[in-house]
C-alpha cells in the first residue's frame, strides 16, 4: 500500500507538471507573433526589431513577423520570401518595416500585405497576394506609395529623397504626399521623390542605377526545395536567429 500511494502521488505532481508548464507553453506558441516569412539569404550582420523592442540578430531560415522592422549593417545583404512568394532583397544599410501581412488561412478578399521602405537599396518581387488582391498589397516610404499589379520594383532612398523604379513586370503607380501620381510603363524607368516637390517625370535609369538594383547574388542561400517545403507547412516557422 505505501507503495501504492508513492505512486499515486508521483503521477499526481507529474499531471500538474503537464497542466502548468507544458500546456501554457503550447498556447504560448499558437498564440505567438504573426509570421510573415522567413530569411533565405543572408551576408553579413542584419537584424529584426520585433514589435515589442526585441533585437533579433537574423541568419539563414531566422523568422520574419507582422511588425518586425528589419535593418542591415553597412556591409551586410539579406533575402527574406514571405509566404505568398513576395521575394524582398536588402542591400547594405537598408531598412525596411512589415507592417501587415495576411495569406495563409485567409479568403482571397482578405488577404493583404503592407511594407514600408524607410532608407537604403530595396529590390521586391511580388507574390501571390497582389494576384488576388491588389488593393490591399501596399508599398510605402516617407516620400511616395506604390500601386503595384504583379512586378519586380526597386527602390532608393538617401537623405536626399526616393527613386523608385520600375525593374520588369506590369506598370506602377507612384503617388506622392500631396496626391499626384506618375505611372511607371516601362522596365528601367523610374521616378524621383522628394520632400517638398512634386514627383519627376518618369525617366530612363542611369547604368550606376541599373547595377545598383541589379540582382544580389548571394553566396550562401536556402535550398528552394526546402523554402517551399516551409513556406507550405501549417507548422510553426519560427527558428532563433544568430549572427
Do not use: W
Not at 488576388?132 to 506604390?146: D, G, L, M, W
Amino acid at each position: 500500500m505505501p507503495r501504492l500511494r508513492a505512486a499515486c502521488l508521483a503521477l499526481s505532481v507529474f499531471a500538474v507538471f503537464l497542466s502548468c508548464v507544458l500546456l501554457p507553453a503550447a498556447t504560448a506558441r499558437a498564440a505567438g507573433p504573426d509570421q510573415a516569412g522567413l530569411v533565405t539569404a543572408i551576408e553579413g550582420q542584419a537584424q529584426a526589431v520585433g514589435r515589442d523592442g526585441v533585437r533579433r540578430p537574423l541568419s539563414l531560415e531566422a523568422a520574419v513577423l507582422v511588425g518586425d522592422s528589419l535593418e542591415t549593417a553597412a556591409d551586410a545583404a539579406v533575402q527574406i520570401s514571405l509566404q505568398d512568394g513576395t521575394t524582398i532583397t536588402m542591400q547594405a544599410s537598408s531598412k525596411l518595416e512589415i507592417n501587415d501581412f495576411l495569406y495563409k488561412d485567409h479568403k482571397p478578399g482578405a488577404m493583404a500585405m503592407a511594407v514600408t521602405f524607410l532608407t537604403g537599396v530595396c529590390r521586391l518581387v511580388t507574390g501571390e497576394i497582389v494576384k488576388h488582391n491588389p488593393e490591399r498589397y501596399k508599398v510605402n516610404s516617407p516620400y511616395a506609395s506604390i500601386g503595384i499589379r504583379g512586378t519586380e520594383i526597386g527602390s532608393r532612398i538617401t537623405a536626399a529623397g526616393q527613386l523608385v523604379a520600375l525593374l520588369s513586370g506590369s506598370p506602377i503607380t507612384v503617388t506622392g504626399p500631396a496626391g499626384e501620381a506618375r505611372v511607371i510603363a516601362q522596365a528601367d524607368f523610374g521616378v524621383d521623390a522628394a520632400r517638398g516637390a512634386p514627383l519627376s517625370a518618369p525617366r530612363p535609369l542611369t547604368d550606376e542605377e541599373k547595377r545598383l538594383f541589379a540582382q544580389h547574388v548571394f553566396r550562401r542561400q536556402m535550398d528552394s526545395q526546402r523554402l517551399q517545403m516551409l513556406l507550405q507547412s501549417n507548422r510553426p516557422m519560427i527558428r532563433p536567429g544568430r549572427f
